[in-house]
T-cell receptor, first 113, second 111 residues
């Protein structure tokens, strides 16, 4: 059972465009939603994260939008650059003593120059 | 600050052979995780340690996988015997709170 569904599987964007990746979750106990960026041959690196008490969080060109009622959250990359080309994973976890991250299947983003 | 260190980076073995992966977490991080990442998939948790204690090993295939974290610092993940389906990237991560920091992983190929 996949608890975090991510789409699209792959995405091609022109330089300067907006990249949008969506995720949906099922477990209402999730209360921490990070996005990870992974380059080939590297481990995932935390990009930005949000808690469900806010609907949006922005850090530079990266924004998370969160819709608690719909159990959906998305990553927006503004002014996409070729260096943003990577695989992006959404994830979710529940709090307390359980920090187990459940990942989506990933989105391969390609930003053309 | 040094990141999570893993070795080896690559390992190729024949099926039924044993293999071990080593992880050195970020200094001061009490929580250590082992994940497996299959090709084209997100990482999946195998085991989580709080100091020396394995607090979540529900996803670890215990018939062939074992892990240890002696002294609450370094950790070793072992597979014995390896199967073809074990080919994957094995990631180690550490944290002191919510944010998990991942190492570069060990890419295992079982022939």
């Amino acid at each position: 059972q996949q608890q975090v569904k991510q789409s699209p599987q792959s995405l091609i964007v022109q330089k300067g465009g907006i990249s949008i990746i969506n995720c949906a979750y099922e477990n209402t106990a999730f209360d921490y939603f990070p996005w990870y960026q992974q380059f080939p041959g590297k481990g995932p690196a935390l990009l930005i994260a949000i808690r469900p008490d806010v609907s949006e969080k922005k850090e530079g060109r990266f924004t998370i939008s969160f819709n608690k009622s719909a159990k959906q959250f998305s990553l927006h990359i503004m002014d996409s650059q070729p260096g943003d080309s990577a695989t992006y994973f959404c994830a979710a976890s529940s709090g307390g003593s359980n920090y187990k991250l459940t990942f989506g299947k990933g989105t391969l983003l390609t930003v053309n120059p | 600050e040094a990141g999570v260190v893993q070795s080896p980076r690559y390992k190729i073995i024949e099926k039924k052979q044993p293999v071990a992966f080593w992880c050195n977490p970020i200094s001061g991080h009490n929580t250590l995780y082992w994940y497996r990442q299959n090709l084209g998939q997100g990482p999946e948790l195998l085991i989580r340690y709080e100091n020396e204690e394995a607090v979540d090993d529900s996803q670890l295939p215990k018939d062939r996988f074992s892990a240890e974290r002696l002294k609450g610092v370094d950790s070793t993940l072992k597979i014995q015997p390896a199967e073809l389906g074990d080919s994957a990237v094995y990631l180690c991560a550490s944290s002191e709170s919510w944010e998990q920091f991942f190492g570069p992983g060990t890419r295992l190929t079982v022939l």
